[in-house]
């Protein structure tokens, strides 16, 4: 029998745990393909640096440190420590020394030429995720983040926003600099169009699936593949599990709720992208035209991770026999 071909859109760190559960429930016929949030990415001292690829590439490949959720286990920050010597800006981005590695192969091959996606793919022999990792688009997109500051109104990249200031400076709306432009990544669409499950990870609604989202053709293309789509919740009790999603939904209007998240989706039928939406125990959510199921949504461990992909695709299994 032919294998499962499922679809994951995901941010980073949340991103990169479900689809760990997800690659540890999946057959040895079934394959993963995930698109990757790239909004953060930015360029510093000449280097290429994507966030979100690379937190689910070390993680899957087992080189996360663990404890801070990005970056590369064992690291050491010399070089860091010597470009703070020349007050070379910017202080406030960890760029770690075998980090680093990654970062110069990214950006030479890139500016030979190869598009994201190929590099992505090049970098990945090294890792073995067991799953496709693509990034959403080839092109640059980049999200900016508009706030209010003594000084006036200005845009921040991203980056600068989350990291430098911890995301306390209330955000006024995201700005995805670049998109107009942009197309979804060599093997998106086909990915998406040839899928038997869909589903969005429990990342950043705003600033990881949001973006991804707003890629131009990527929303059409998740509505027009006939595989059901399954959103699981990042919201669990009314706030984030980790991270900052409450700084960001605020922003775009939506309640810091797994409803919240739910409705800001939407019904497929009406418009938004869900056929399915696991909510977290105890969580209710209304979601017009929604499958809303509730079910422990907490990545304590490898067993309950594994247990929410399960959960997942029974779901949308669910919601085949609805259609
Ligand atoms: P980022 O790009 O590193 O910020 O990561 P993502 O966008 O992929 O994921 C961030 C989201 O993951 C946050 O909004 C968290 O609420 C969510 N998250 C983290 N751990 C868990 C968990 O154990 N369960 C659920 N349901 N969500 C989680
Ligand atoms: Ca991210």
Known sequence: MP??????????????????GLRAVAGPQDQITAVINTGDDLTLHGLRICPDLD???????????????????????????EL?????????????????????????????GFALSAVTAALCRRWQP?????????????????????????????????????AELPAREFVQVG???ARPAAGVLEAIAGADVLLLAPSNPVVSIGTIL??????????????PVVGLSPIVGGAPVRGMADKCLPAIGVPTSAEGGGRHYGARREGGVLNGWLVHTGDGADVPGVRVQAVPLLMADAAATAAMAAAALVLAEDCRSDA
């Open 179 to 181: 998109v107009a432009d």
């Open 130 to 166: 067991g799953v496709d990792l693509l990034p959403m688009s080839d092109q640059r997109v980049e999200t900016h983040v508009v706030v209010d500051t003594p000084e006036g109104t200005r845009a921040l990249h991203f980056q600068e926003w989350w990291v430098r200031h911890r």
């Open 55 to 81: 937190t689910v590439m070390y993680t899957l490949g087992e080189g996360i440190d663990t404890e801070r959720g990005w970056g590369r286990a064992g690291e050491t920050w010399t070089v860091k420590a």
């Open 214 to 227: 707003g890629v131009p053709g990527l929303r059409a293309a998740l509505r027009d593949s006939p595989a």
């Open 84 to 112: 703070a010597a020349y007050d070379a800006e910017p202080g406030w981005f960890g760029l770690g020394d075998r980090d680093l590695a990654t970062h110069l192969v990214r950006t030479r091959m890139l500016d030979a």
């Open 3 to 20: 294998g499962v071909h499922v679809v994951v859109l995901a941010g980073g760190v949340g991103g990169a745990r479900f689809l760990s």
